[in-house]
């Protein structure tokens, strides 16, 4: 299924994510790496395997070889980091801040791409799993390397649709099992 089949699953009363979807993806300012490696990455955080199986074929075949698997590695430490950091904050006893995370995250360090690529595809991913203290650490890494807010916030209009797209999606399988 591709986008433009995705889009046209999309029922009659979900037409703005219908429109979003062909905004965020076909109209945006993003350059093509960043662009399909969020689309990418928030396919896959957003759970949704008819998501997924939409995006994945144009994601692989806009981005290299290195891109394509930088953005599944975002993914998956995010999946993780966004669990263990989120659940750390949401503890009300501060004393687990201080505490050593000893969970392995070396893609962060060397992703293979861009550094600021790697951070925006983690910050859409963050944005999906709802984790403000990963969506703060991306955010000033990416503004202390000069990304613009525009940019940035692209990234999560990507994560809010591609997420919506897959609730909306597999609530209509789900309902017409």
């Not at 969020?38 to 981005?63: D, F, Q, Y």
């Not at 394509?68 to 999946?79: E, L, Q």
């Not at 263990?84 to 000893?102: K, M, Q, V």
Request: hydrophobic letters at 45%.
């Amino acid at each position: 299924m591709a986008l433009d089949d995705l889009k046209q699953a999309l029922p009659d009363y979900a037409k703005d994510l219908k429109l979003n979807l062909g905004s965020v993806i076909g109209n945006s300012d993003l350059p093509g790496q960043q662009l399909w490696g969020t689309v990418l990455a928030c396919a896959i955080a957003s759970r949704s395997g008819i998501v997924l199986r939409a995006l994945e074929p144009e994601a692989k075949e806009n981005l290299s070889a290195e891109a394509y698997t930088a953005a599944k590695s975002a993914a998956a430490v995010m999946a993780m980091n966004n669990v263990f950091y989120r659940t750390r904050h949401l503890l009300s006893d501060p004393e687990y801040g201080t505490l050593r995370a000893g969970l392995r995250m070396n893609v962060i360090g060397n992703p293979g791409v861009e550094k600021t690529d790697f951070e925006l595809w983690s910050l859409a991913v963050s944005a999906i799993n709802g984790c403000g203290q990963c969506l703060d650490s991306h955010e000033q890494v990416l503004r202390k390397a000069g990304v613009d807010r525009e940019t940035i916030q692209e990234a999560f209009k990507i994560a809010a649709v591609v997420q919506a797209v897959g609730v909306t999606l597999d609530a209509e399988t789900d309902l017409s099992a």
